[in-house]
């Protein structure tokens, strides 16, 4: 894979496919099962898989099989790099403190509420 590019930008449907990933960070993950997971459509998936594999967040590999025997083609499998599970659990600490703060909570409050619900 070349050198890492930017930070890709964090809207709604990266962090679904993110959640999705950090759910299992070194689990390798296949597009359809992702498409099952988040609810996105692959138009959406795929796009958003290259940018973070550009941004160095997400590893790629093919599946080694022969696809006449298997009765399918070869599926690409995708897991979080450690960067990439780093950056993502960050954003998505960033987000719960813009919510708390939204909702007018006090962010030593908001971060003691969620330790109770974990």
């Known amino acids: ?19 999705a990933l950090l759910a299992d960070p070194s689990a390798e993950r296949y597009g359809l099962d992702l498409v099952h997971e988040t609810g996105l459509a692959s138009g959406t998936l795929y796009p958003i898989l290259l940018r973070l594999e550009r941004a160095g967040w997400v590893a790629t590999r093919w599946e080694d099989i022969d696809p006449v025997a298997e009765g399918r083609p070869s599926r690409r499998y995708y897991r979080l790099t450690q960067r990439g599970a780093a950056e993502a659990r960050r954003e998505i600490a960033m987000l719960r403190q813009h919510f708390a703060r939204a909702a007018g909570e006090p962010p030593a409050r908001a971060a003691v509420r969620r330790a109770r619900h974990a």
């Open 1 to 19: 894979m070349a050198e890492p590019t930017t930070q890709p930008r964090v809207t709604t449907s990266v962090l679904k496919v993110v959640s």
